[in-house]
């Protein structure tokens, strides 16, 4: 495939990345098999991890450097690269690299692997180019659409529009821009057809201020309602505690009939505490009221005591939270695993969260929203039962094992045939395969769908979204008509590629907007310029030179 153009302002001839993961490895392939660019790939051991895999990709030169030293990037020619992406440490190890490339080329193209991303914003600031991505913010929406069987919540802002995937029965007919036809085959991505195309299951359409969440389910009332008694009933104190202040409540009505406010209160307080002022000339209700509150007071006062005491051992009067049924299992709590759960809640889903370690990451975060955390190992039985998997929606494991989350998905079945199940898995071939083999089990590969956006990343400013839709990627691109081979004097349904692509948007040269419904027989001159969604494989054409 020839090489992408260059922007005249740019005058690199190759591209450097930085990482032995299987990210990196993904990033370079793309670069390298997809675009036909050269790639420079800095890593600790050419032999280790990915190295290998790396090394044998074409147009790829390795070299090995303990640490992204000054060296490092001056031997790997820094000061002529178009583009730098760093996916190799930690985020503040991925910052200060992109500091020293920097300091060698001051016009580089930085893209940085940052996972927090209120540090990024910042850190985005401090360059004059540089873009600033997460893979678990791009992979989490997947997942999170994969658990609940819906199109991805997420969204994309192009040229004053906001974009997104919904279903057709959602969408007014005159916002759709697209419709996607998934292939029977999942290892190839959907077709791209024109709006209104019979079996389109999604479509992308335009967001006109009118609220909406696709995902947000209408909680049932008397579900609602179950779930608040017996949260109640699995509370500590909560029905003992809320008996025993009914019948103070009754007792206080009763003194009620025959005294004031204020002596009612006195009274029933002298009750309470055992100092009960008996009188055999007393009426019924008062005596009624008297046995009612001295009894009552024997057992009321020690559990004020015992919540107290508990509020101060622990922080909070309520007991562990317990799954409450028709919820989500979320099997780690690491980058991905926070980023999902919090999608989910956000979306008004009930939440059971798992990790073998009371440390992890997000920790935190599920005890402040108040969800039930179940510290263990996902892929035992008992852990299982006790986050409630007979009763929940879907279970989706993301740890950052291989093993872990597999062995977790085959329980998980072996116990529930008919359980959703979603896990994460690094090698993506494996992923397609388990999917296959398995009914009712969905896999996804956090490289694979977040390679693609660091890759467009380093191409500059030519792709300007990407869009995840099950486990492929589609790319928004903003093509400039010129020298591109075929393109200028075609016609806009010549450029669709059997459903590979689609022109969203055509400015005229020399005219002043957009124009967002395109005839499909304009006549493509040079100067013209198209906003296109595509595939990885049909946006090629659009980008490549005689």
């Not at 030169?61 to 730098?84: C, K, M, N, Y």
């Not at 020298?483 to 022109?503: K, M, N, P, Y």
Request: aromatic share 6%; net charge neutral.
């Amino acid at each position: 495939m020839p090489a992408l153009p260059r922007r005249a302002d740019r005058h690199g001839d190759h591209f450097i990345v930085c990482g032995d993961g299987p990210l990196a490895y993904r990033i370079t392939e793309e670069l390298s098999t997809r675009y036909g660019e050269q790639v420079t790939v800095l890593l600790p051991n050419a032999a280790r991890n990915y190295g290998p895999q790396i090394a044998a990709l074409p147009r790829v030169r390795v070299l090995e450097h303990p640490e992204l030293s000054i060296q490092a990037f001056t031997d790997a020619g820094v000061q002529s690269a178009r583009a730098l992406a760093v996916v190799w440490q930690d985020d503040v190890g991925n910052f200060h690299a992109g500091l020293r490339a920097q300091e060698l080329n001051p016009a580089l193209r930085l893209v940085l692997a940052i996972y927090n991303r209120r540090l990024g914003d910042h850190i985005r600031m401090l360059f004059p180019d540089c873009t600033v991505l997460s893979g678990t913010a791009m992979s989490a929406p997947s997942f999170v659409a994969a658990a609940l069987g819906e199109p991805a919540p997420g969204h994309v802002r192009v040229q004053r529009r906001t974009l997104y995937v919904a279903r057709p029965g959602d969408v007014t007919g005159s916002h759709v821009l697209c419709g996607l036809i998934p292939s029977a085959d999942d290892s190839e991505s959907p077709r791209l057809v024109p709006p209104g195309t019979a079996g389109a299951d999604l479509v992308l359409a335009v967001a006109d201020g009118t609220p909406r969440n696709p995902l947000t389910r209408r909680r049932d009332p008397v579900r609602a309602t179950a779930g608040l008694i017996r949260r109640l009933v699995w509370n500590k104190f909560g029905i003992l505690f809320t008996v025993l202040l009914a019948v103070i409540v009754a007792g206080f009505a009763l003194l009620m009939v025959r005294y004031s406010f204020t002596n009612a209160v006195y009274l029933s307080l002298m009750d309470l505490t055992g100092s009960a002022l008996t009188d055999y000339h007393d009426g019924g209700p008062e005596k009624i009221s008297q046995v009612l509150l001295t009894f009552d007071g024997l057992a009321f006062i020690p559990v004020v005591t015992a919540i107290i005491v508990g509020a101060r051992l622990t922080g909070t009067i309520r007991g562990a939270p317990r799954p409450p049924g028709g919820h989500v299992i979320v099997v780690g709590l690491g980058n991905v695993g926070t980023s999902v759960t919090g999608q989910l809640h956000d979306l008004g889903f009930d939440v059971v969260c798992i990790d073998n370690k009371p440390s992890a990451p997000g920790i935190p975060m599920a005890r402040q929203l108040g969800l039930p955390v179940v510290i263990g190992d996902a892929f035992r039985e008992e852990t299982l039962r006790q986050a409630g998997l007979d009763t929940c929606l879907a279970l989706v494991s993301v740890t950052s094992s291989d093993i872990v989350n597999l062995e977790t998905a085959l329980n998980a079945r072996a116990l529930r045939e008919d359980l959703r199940i979603v896990l994460r898995l690094t090698d993506d071939d494996l992923a397609e395969r388990l999917q296959k083999t398995i009914d009712n089990t969905i896999s996804r590969s956090v490289p694979y769908l977040a390679a693609p956006a660091f890759a467009a990343a380093m191409l500059e400013h030519q792709v300007l979204r990407t869009i995840a839709v099950g486990r492929h990627v589609l790319l928004i691109a903003d093509v400039r008509v010129a020298d591109q081979a075929g393109l200028a004097g075609s016609f806009i349904r010549d450029t669709e590629h059997g459903g590979q692509a689609r022109v969203l948007a055509l400015q005229v040269s020399g005219s002043g907007g957009l124009d967002w419904s395109p005839h499909d027989g304009y006549l493509l001159a040079p100067g013209d310029r198209l906003i296109v969604l595509a595939t990885r494989k049909g946006l090629s054409p659009f980008l490549s030179v005689h």
